[in-house]
């Protein structure tokens, strides 16, 4: 025998050895990992990955897939989207998993990435994990949301469809070809269909979830409003290059996406905390997101010799018995005067240049001060706040004028006098509605304070007061 062949056999045998350690060490890594994953417990988070190629030469197929548990954080910013055409193509692989953030003090939210299956016409969200049946009693397999903010309200939740996510081992056939763009799922039940509730419950939430993805998100909606959809047409499409999903619908699809986000982020009234939002995105990024959408000229109030001064004139509750003296008053100081209903708003492109067109917006406390949002920088705000002590009792200024001073306008408040109020001819003067209103809400609940102040009450200016403060706001913005 030569030397080289005793070498060979030799260098042979030691490859042999060498070859089966690895392979050992190989196996006794995987069983670790995957034992270890199985035994972490999360009530909010449940990573899960997904290998192939793993015990075998040939790529596992879908019902194969072998999954664990990881613990690294989920980041749905981060996440990859998947491009495939249809339910039978494999989905890549890499890691996927679910996170729900119960910790919000407005809302909850819950990302998902992996095979994702929503079926119409039901509040079941499916992720295709075909071990799930073998996760441990201790770990979570489902998460309830209700994709929609005010979500300390008992009363208001119970206007919204709950929904479920659940890892299931036997999910339905896609019957549409898979969404190359994440789902975003919302609500437009609550309180929808008040201009107020529209957008501090739902637009600014919306636009600050679904600005980081530039169009390319599908928007997936529970509770469907078609009024709502349809009225806030711009907003929505510059938003979503791709239709709005009815989830309420009938037609008993099953939609696949590989990358899902569940519920909306909220922070604030009528407001955005840039601190704490994706990108630092701040309230000033969504009325220039306005403008663009409506087209509206103005981004700064520069008034000449004679400032445009809005009216809101409500009907019903907190209107104005006096109408036609206000309405003479305020035209009769230098303002170029304009008056609307806040049912004008029903066009809202049209209304949302008049009011981009304003240096001064005056109402009485209500969904039409909303309106704001489409003034220009440094134009005014005069709110006209309802008797008795409701500048603070009622949260005014915590629902406009915060609101106000942080989109850079100006705030001004007109509080009536009890003279001033409907109320008089209603309740006794020395009486807890006029002396101690706060006593009102603790001792008859919150519905019996509002009744009384905000349905109940109407207004009638002392045009004398009401002009010295209007002049003193075209003071202020003369000089």
């Known amino acids: 025998m030569k030397l080289s062949d005793s070498f060979n056999h030799g260098k042979a045998g030691k490859m042999s050895y060498v070859t089966l350690w690895v392979c050992l060490l190989i196996a006794v890594t995987l069983l670790c990992l995957i034992k270890s994953g199985f035994n972490t417990a999360g009530a909010l988070t449940l990573q899960i990955s997904i290998w192939s190629n793993v015990l075998s030469t040939g790529q596992l197929n879908n019902t194969e897939r072998q999954v664990g548990a990881k613990s690294p954080t989920f980041s749905f910013e981060d996440a990859q989207v998947s491009d495939t055409p249809n339910e039978d193509e494999q989905l890549p692989v890499g890691d996927v998993g679910v996170t729900c953030d119960y910790t919000g003090a407005d809302s909850d939210t819950c990302w998902i990435a992996g095979d994702i299956r929503v079926l119409t016409n039901s509040s079941t969200i499916m992720v295709a994990s075909p071990l799930a049946d073998q996760f441990s009693p201790s770990q979570n397999t489902t998460w309830k949301i209700r994709p929609y903010t005010r979500k300390q309200e008992v009363t208001t939740q119970k206007l919204v469809r709950e929904l479920t996510v659940a890892l299931t081992s036997q999910p339905p056939r896609c019957t549409v070809n898979r969404s190359t763009v994440p789902a975003l799922f919302f609500s437009t039940g609550g309180f929808i269909g008040n201009y107020f509730h529209d957008f501090t419950d739902v637009i600014i939430p919306l636009f600050m979830t679904a600005r980081r993805f530039n169009g390319s998100v599908q928007f997936v909606v529970v509770d469907f409003s078609a009024a709502f959809m349809e009225k806030y047409r711009p907003i929505l499409e510059r938003l979503s290059d791709h239709p709005v999903i009815d989830m309420d619908g009938a037609d008993d699809a099953v939609r696949c996406f590989s990358h899902a986000h569940v519920g909306l982020l ?47 004139l409500r009907k019903g509750p907190r209107s104005f ?21 806040p049912e004008d708003a029903d066009n809202l492109s049209l209304f949302a240049r008049i009011v981009n067109s304003a240096d001064v917006l005056v109402g009485v406390h209500g969904a039409g001060l909303t309106n704001m949002l489409f003034l220009p920088d440094h134009a005014t705000l005069l709110q006209i706040v309802p008797c008795c002590g409701m500048a603070m009792t009622a949260g005014n200024r915590y629902l406009f004028a915060e609101p106000a001073l942080d989109m850079g306008l100006r705030y001004v408040d007109y509080e009536i006098s009890e003279e001033e109020s409907s109320l008089i001819d209603m309740y006794p003067r020395g009486g807890a509605v006029f002396k101690d209103p706060a006593s009102i809400q603790k001792e008859q609940g919150f519905v019996a304070f509002w009744n009384i102040y905000l349905n109940q009450q109407k207004v009638k200016l002392d045009v004398e007061r009401f002009r010295s403060k209007l002049l003193d706001v075209l003071h202020s913005i003369k000089n």
Do not use: Q, Y
């Open 266 to 312: 909220s922070h604030k009234v009528l407001g955005i905390d840039s601190s704490s939002s994706p990108d630092g995105v701040s309230v000033h990024d969504f009325r220039d997101f306005l403008r663009a959408c409506f087209s509206l000229k103005r981004n700064f109030s520069s008034p000449s010799s004679k400032p445009r001064l809005l009216l809101i």
């Open 321 to 341: 018995v006096n109408e036609a003296e206000v309405v003479n008053t305020a035209g009769s100081l230098g303002f170029e005067l304009i008056s609307t209903t």
